[in-house]
């Protein structure tokens, strides 16, 4: 009788188990279904993005990876012109100041990343929106959507909130779609740091505990290794200053305020030329939350391979894993150089491309616009010479991020980045790669050719130099 009755429970089990839905099921209205359904459709759509983010954001990365699935075309979250916008919630003084009301700041944009820091508020039926759901607590408010040629639709909005998260509320809006040139930045004020900022000496905290001195250096400083070193620990020294202003919760980062600061960290003197700065979530996935040049790459994983088949991102992570902080020689697109882009051709599914969000979007397509970066592809051909240090911008907690920028050692507008001309490869500095001869005569003769009129041949002598001491590396 027991072997009998535990063969009954087994098979038993097996009903029960096979027919329950998985647990990364969901359970409510998708943006395709939304964007063909009516009011109520909508509104559900949005409490099925708020149940869902409650279960499944319960850390950064857990943030970044949400947003990542909110930006996928033809997901859950984003149908064409269906998607979601995130803004933030009026009397979030401690992290936005108090004089912003609500939708003055997009905080995520599942369309455009360009139009992340901006404000909607100046779109009337937006504002009439943002006066609605400040009076509506938990509940989904919507107004019809009178804009010309809109087709008289609806547009709705809930607030939400991180749990435990100080100061941390916003507002999700669903069936608003716009133009990027609708968007106004006239809230952004960036911090008036004045001249005297730089070229000053200052001093930073290593994870060691011993103090670093270094000259405060701005993007139009940098000419060499060196100033490119100095660079980025002045962005760490800045950010970990605008981050301590605010109120947040420990080992959490200040996102709204990260979002207000973007614009002007696009802007001199933290952006000039080449130069510009990133920051990547310190994990595996290696999620893009900033970068100075390209929108496209924040909220986003970072495996991306370049020319050469190296891993950027992984190289990266080994460099700041067994060092804090080190360089690292690979191909990227060089913003003052024409023709070096590496992008989609064509809107579209990209094939080969698995998604990293383990549960969101196992099942989906990865789309990329036309023009823009080929999701997993280096973006560009150019050889960059990138610096890379590990920080916690004073947050402390558990998470780490990496911030990076880099030089490049020739530009056919001009003869070098960041206004400074010459080669910017230094043997010896760095992590060590050895070949020095070998570094001289590829340099030299990459540079020869790349002034010989021909079609950037010099680049492709000089990678091969890299290759060689990257296996040498690697030994």
């Known amino acids: 009788m027991k072997k009998v009755a535990s063969v009954t429970l087994f098979f038993f089990c097996i009903i029960v188990f096979s027919a329950a839905p998985p647990a990364s099921a969901h359970d409510g209205i998708n943006a395709e279904e939304a964007s063909t359904g009516d009011m109520e459709d909508m509104k559900d759509f949005l409490l099925h993005l708020k149940r869902h983010r409650a279960q499944r954001v319960t850390s950064d990365e857990g943030r970044i990876e949400f947003r990542n699935a909110m930006r996928n075309n033809n997901g859950v979250w984003r149908h064409g012109d269906t998607y979601v916008i995130t803004v933030n919630k009026s009397g979030d003084g401690a992290v936005t100041g108090d004089s912003f009301q609500s939708g003055d700041i997009i905080l995520f944009h599942g369309k455009h990343p360009g139009a992340l820091s901006a404000s909607l508020r100046g779109i009337p039926v937006f504002r009439r929106l943002m006066?609605?759901?400040?009076?509506?607590?938990?509940?989904?408010?919507?107004?019809?959507?009178?804009?010309?040629g809109r087709g008289g639709g609806h547009i709705c909005a809930v607030e939400d909130s991180d749990t435990g998260e100080a100061g941390d509320s916003f507002i999700h809006v669903g069936g608003f779609d716009h133009e990027v040139s609708d968007v106004s930045f006239d809230k952004i004020q960036c911090p008036n740091l004045g001249p005297e900022y730089f070229g000053k000496s200052a001093t930073r905290l290593l994870p060691n505990g011993e103090e670093e001195e270094f000259t405060r250096t701005n993007a139009d400083m940098v000419v060499d290794e060196e100033s490119l070193k100095n660079y980025l620990k002045t962005v760490d020294e800045h950010i970990t200053e605008e981050f301590a202003k605010v109120s947040h919760s420990r080992?959490?980062?200040?996102?709204?305020?990260?979002?207000?600061?973007?614009?002007?960290?696009?802007?001199?003197?933290?952006?000039?030329?080449?130069?510009y700065f990133y920051i990547i979530i310190y994990t595996d996935k290696q999620y893009g939350i900033f970068n100075g040049l390209t929108p496209q790459f924040q909220?986003?994983?970072?495996?991306?391979?370049?020319?050469?088949?190296?891993?950027?991102?992984?190289?990266?992570?080994?460099?700041?894993?067994?060092q804090n902080e080190g360089f690292l020689t690979y191909l990227w697109d060089d913003p003052v150089v024409s023709g070096d882009e590496v992008v989609c051709e064509q809107t579209?599914?990209?094939?080969?491309?698995?998604?990293e969000n383990e549960g969101d979007n196992e099942d989906e397509e990865?789309?990329?616009?036309?023009?823009?970066?080929?999701?997993?592809r280096s973006p560009g051909t150019s050889v960059k010479r990138g610096y890379f240090i590990r920080t916690d911008f004073g947050?402390?907690?558990?998470?780490?991020?990496?911030?990076?920028?880099?030089?490049?050692?020739?530009?056919e507008e001009g003869g070098g980045s960041g206004g400074g001309g010459g080669c910017a490869i230094a043997a010896g500095s760095g992590n060590e790669l050895g070949f020095a001869a070998l570094n001289l005569f590829f340099i030299a003769a990459a540079l020869f050719l790349a002034t010989s009129g021909k079609s950037r041949p010099g680049e492709k002598l000089l990678t091969l130099g890299l290759r060689a001491r990257r296996k040498d590396r690697h030994r």
């Open 131 to 148: 006066e609605r759901v400040e009076e509506a607590g938990d509940e989904v408010v919507c107004v019809q959507d009178d804009r010309p």
């Open 251 to 275: 080992g959490r980062l200040p996102l709204a305020r990260m979002v207000q600061l973007m614009p002007c960290w696009r802007e001199p003197p933290w952006q000039s030329g080449s130069i």
């Open 299 to 322: 909220d986003t994983s970072l495996i991306l391979i370049d020319e050469n088949n190296l891993n950027v991102g992984q190289e990266v992570r080994e460099i700041v894993e067994e």
């Open 348 to 355: 579209g599914a990209v094939p080969g491309t698995p998604l």
């Open 366 to 376: 990865v789309f990329c616009e036309a023009g823009s970066p080929i999701p997993g």
């Open 395 to 411: 947050i402390g907690g558990t998470t780490d991020y990496v911030l990076g920028s880099g030089i490049y050692p020739k530009s």
